[in-house]
């Protein structure tokens, strides 16, 4: 009946070549039943066919061969109108079969001599056996199969047989069993036996089973969503500046709709669900409420009809964005039956890379999907042997059309992806199904090596890229049947209709990529020309925001709400000195503190380790006596109405002037941490790419050596244990250090923005913007790094007097000033510090004035100097 065409081009073949033996017990019934049908000549018009049948390939030869085109085809190629086979199939579904032409198919088969058309015949058998259904068969196709069977048992019940109804004796029915509408059958041997029949209800039963399941899925109601209301006002503005309507009109969800996790809501397996139990998630957050259903329902890996819609998603700090793509990935993912890079998931820093790993790595238990990171960390080749294996990597490997991958989801840098794109033979993401930018916004701020461009056209090539291989040099060697028809390797539709002049059937028209683009972000930006350099296709915008927020930048920017903000007016000079108050008044630990540049937080960081070295001399437990006052220290610094410094203190100063002539590499913000060179290694060539480092080594001990305190002795209680951290430091160091911050062991870890985004430090309890920030994104990313998952945290910010004005500015834009309270620290709470300040500020000095004789920029050397 159903004359469904499909180029067997996704046949999924397995690591070496061979055919993937899968389950098609229906089909093969179908086929079985088929033929003995064909044997009876007054049957054949009746032909049970399924989307892989025998006469699919001989169509796909009409198709490419015009002068054997067969009249009754419904194909654009021939008469350049695209007829819907889908309309077929979803009409008429309980009536006698009808569409499917037995004397096309005859005839065409009598196009070729018969030993060929055997052979096909045998070819598309074994081929047709090799299909897996969950991954190829579309719902609608699947109903349509249901429809086929459905008429074909109607058909067989009022001419062959009647079926017996369950419990019935079977040989009530033993006369029908003879004759076909009053017609003695040729061969007994012919008509179908009730095994068969019973097996085409089984197909039945399997497949509306399955197309209720697919429909239940997308009849799944998203929690409690609300259509963003926008104001024409809004609406024209947003117009006029260019913003597409569907980000204009976010899918809003307000931040406490959490829901229970459970296979109803989110057709989660049951493996799944216990992951998420054993990693203590009970339900899913908000974001996930909103996200995962919505991704659930396009649960295939691919079809080529109907492209599954893309996603924006934006949602506040620690609001569980990760596990809203990780989850789901894995779902759909798991499923499949041969390795190829599915899912790939940008993210702009090495460390973010290391962190989804881990997500992934606790929820893929269970299944056998392979998740890998690709960061520049080891040597090249490496990640090739990795990512592609070494046999396809070589100079003299064959490069496959369909490509090759050793791991189903990649986690990368966009730097490092290009130099895999370029470089790598038979990496290929043609068979992406879902591509993950995380922090969003701020990827699309880097065009480095134009990497999206690059991905964009790795995943659909031009026509001028087609057959090139990965060096651009090589033509991809097309395997050639018999018949000099292209040999699929696996290659996936999308890729090879960019590829090929493929003629296109009314099924399959047009061809689509299955490749879901999902893009994550706190502060998603709304320029509307990074947005359309995504080239999305149906996308949707996902907000989780409280209700009464409205306005452009309010809408970006909502903050978790445990967060407690508070900002602090003081003296660029007074700034360490509150640092230190917030440790040892406000007793502030597990904190986070954020200075603009790596020499800040360098400095700040020995700052404060002189200043406990002084203190535990002086006394191991209490703070030293007073000697100056805090007036005394700030009075050299006067500042002007207008909120201009006409003297600069020293400590800011040179920090200032550091800054200005060093290069961009101090300062880590919105760099893509080591993508700008191409450098294979830095220390850990031999460790795998997924290794962790092993060897962690004490934070603690790290700072007790650096502050020349015996480690072997016991540090006094109240010892504060801190640390830095920035892209100076070697990849080791910089885990170790997050390990022991991780476990309470370092009490204030000052750093630049490299670890400001994304990066989630489950003990975070302050966090203390030592320079505060010029962009509210920036603001809203730092605080971010505590309250989240539900938690509470506090957030310090140390406003100079001269920045007062621009802060105040800078919140109340986005509609936030009233969130956050003034502190003001007076002299007589922190006098007792400043005599171990003045003296830490003094031992500084001597070092930054000795390091400069000796032509060293930073004092006490740095990581990367010694490195060198
Ligand atoms: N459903 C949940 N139940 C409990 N904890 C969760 C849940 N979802 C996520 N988390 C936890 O919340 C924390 C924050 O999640 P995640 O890092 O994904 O936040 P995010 O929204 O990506 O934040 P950012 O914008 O800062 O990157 C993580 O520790 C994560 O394990």
């Known amino acids: 009946m159903f004359n469904i065409k499909r180029y067997d081009v996704e046949t999924e073949t397995s690591q070496n070549g061979t055919p993937v033996s899968t389950s098609t017990a229906a089909q093969e019934r179908l086929a079985k039943l088929n033929a003995r049908l064909k044997k009876n000549k007054g049957e054949s018009n009746n032909a049970v066919t399924t989307p892989h049948s025998q006469d699919t390939h001989n169509e796909q030869h009409q198709n490419q061969r015009p002068e054997h085109r067969s009249e009754g085809q419904h194909l654009r190629y021939d008469d350049g109108n695209k007829h819907s086979q889908h309309q077929h199939l979803t009409s008429d579904t309980g009536k006698k079969a009808q569409g499917f032409d037995i004397n096309t198919y005859k005839r065409s088969r009598e196009q070729y001599p018969e030993d060929d058309s055997k052979k096909y015949g045998k070819k598309w058998e074994k081929r047709t056996k090799e299909l897996k259904d969950s991954d190829l068969v579309p719902n609608d196709v699947r109903l349509a199969m249901k429809a086929e069977a459905e008429a074909k048992v109607n058909d067989i019940s009022t001419t062959t047989t009647v079926l017996p109804s369950e419990g019935q004796d079977d040989d009530d029915n033993s006369d029908n069993d003879q004759r076909v509408q009053g017609r003695d059958l040729e061969d007994e041997s ?10 085409v209800r089984q197909f039945m039963d399997d497949a509306s089973a399955d197309a209720a399941l697919a429909e239940l899925a997308a009849l799944v109601p998203l929690p409690t969503f609300e259509a963003k209301e926008i104001s024409a006002e809004d609406l024209e503005r947003a117009k006029s500046m260019g913003i597409p309507d569907w980000l204009a009109h976010p899918t809003k969800i307000e931040p406490e709709t959490n829901t229970p996790i459970n296979a109803a809501m989110f057709g989660f397996s049951e493996r799944l669900i216990k992951q998420c139990r054993q990693a203590g998630i009970e339900e899913c957050f908000a974001v996930q409420t909103a996200v995962i259903p919505v991704l659930m329902r396009a649960k295939h890996l691919g079809d080529i009809r109907k492209a599954p819609g893309d996603l924006c998603v934006s949602a506040p700090t620690g609001s569980g964005k990760t596990l809203a793509y ?77 490509g090759h991958s050793r791991v189903d989801v990649l986690i990368t840098t966009p730097g490092r992806l290009i130099d895999h794109i ?15 930018i995380d922090e969003a916004d701020r990827l699309l701020n880097q065009s480095f090596q134009d990497w999206l461009h690059h991905i964009l056209t790795a995943i659909h090539p031009s026509p001028e890229k087609r057959l090139l291989g990965a060096d651009g040099s090589k033509a991809i060697q097309l395997r050639q049947d018999q018949y000099g028809f292209p040999i699929h390797d696996a290659i996936a539709p999308g890729f090879l209709s960019s590829l090929f002049e493929v003629p296109e059937s009314d099924v ?20 509307p020309a990074k947005i359309a350099s995504l080239q999305l296709s149906d996308p949707q915008y996902v907000a989780v925001q409280e209700g009464g927020q409205d306005g452009d930048d309010k809408q970006k920017y909502t903050t978790p709400a445990g967060l407690t903000e508070n900002m602090i007016v003081c003296e660029s000079s007074e700034k360490p000195l509150m640092v230190l108050h917030l440790l040892h008044h406000l007793n502030v630990r597990s904190a986070l503190c954020f200075t603009k540049s790596v020499e800040s937080a360098h400095r700040l960081y020995k700052l404060v380790q002189l200043y406990e070295k002084i203190r535990i001399t002086a006394s191991p437990t209490t703070p030293s006596a007073p000697t100056a006052s805090i007036k005394e220290l700030s009075s050299r610094k006067k500042v002007k109405d207008n909120g201009v410094d006409d003297e600069d203190n020293d400590f800011e100063q040179k920090d200032n002037s550091d800054d200005s002539d060093d290069d961009s590499s101090n300062s880590d ?37 650096d502050m020349d305190i015996d480690s072997s002795s016991v540090a006094p209680a109240d010892t504060i244990v801190v640390a830095e951290y920035s892209s100076d430091l070697p990849k080791s160091k910089r885990q170790s250090i997050l390990r022991a911050f991780n476990k309470g062991e370092i009490h204030l870890l000052i750093c630049s923005d490299l670890i400001s985004r994304g990066m989630d430090l489950s003990p975070v309890s302050v966090v203390i913007n030592y320079d505060t920030p010029v962009y509210m994104k920036k603001y809203i990313h730092r605080v971010g790094r505590t309250a989240r998952a539900g938690k509470s945290g506090t957030a310090y910010s140390l406003v100079e007097m001269q920045e007062a004005r621009h802060f105040k500015e800078m919140i109340t834009k986005a509609g936030h000033w009233e969130k956050i309270s003034r502190i003001k620290v007076k002299d007589q709470e922190v006098k007792d510090l400043v005599p171990g300040y003045t003296k830490a500020l003094a031992g500084l000095k001597e070092a930054l004035v000795s390091s400069a004789r000796a032509g060293k920029k930073r004092p006490f050397g740095s990581a990367r100097n010694a490195r060198k």
């Open 422 to 436: 370029k470089s790598t033979p038979n990496f290929t993401l043609q068979h992406l199904r879902f591509l993950v």
């Open 190 to 199: 012919n008509a179908p036996t009730e095994q068969e029949i019973d097996g």
């Open 669 to 705: 913000d919105e760099t893509s941490d080591g993508d700008n060179d191409n450098s294979d290694q830095e220390e850990d060539d031999d460790v795998e790419m997924e290794h962790v480092d092993a060897s962690t080594q004490s934070a603690l001990e790290a700072t007790a050596v």
């Open 326 to 402: 990780v989850l789901p990935i894995i779902e759909i993912l798991s499923q499949r039956v041969v390795t190829r890079l599915r899912a790939l998931v940008v993210l702009p820093t090495r460390d973010l890379c290391v962190q989804v790993k881990e997500t992934f790595d606790t929820f893929v238990k269970g299944t056998d999907l392979k998740i890998a990171t690709s960061t520049g960390q080891n040597s090249f080749a490496h990640e090739q042997h990795v990512l592609v294996g070494e046999k396809y990597t070589t100079p003299q490997s064959k490069l496959l059309l369909g």
């Open 508 to 527: 399959e028209d047009p061809k689509v990529l299955s490749v879901q683009k999902l893009l994550f972000s706190a502060t998603l930006t709304r320029n």
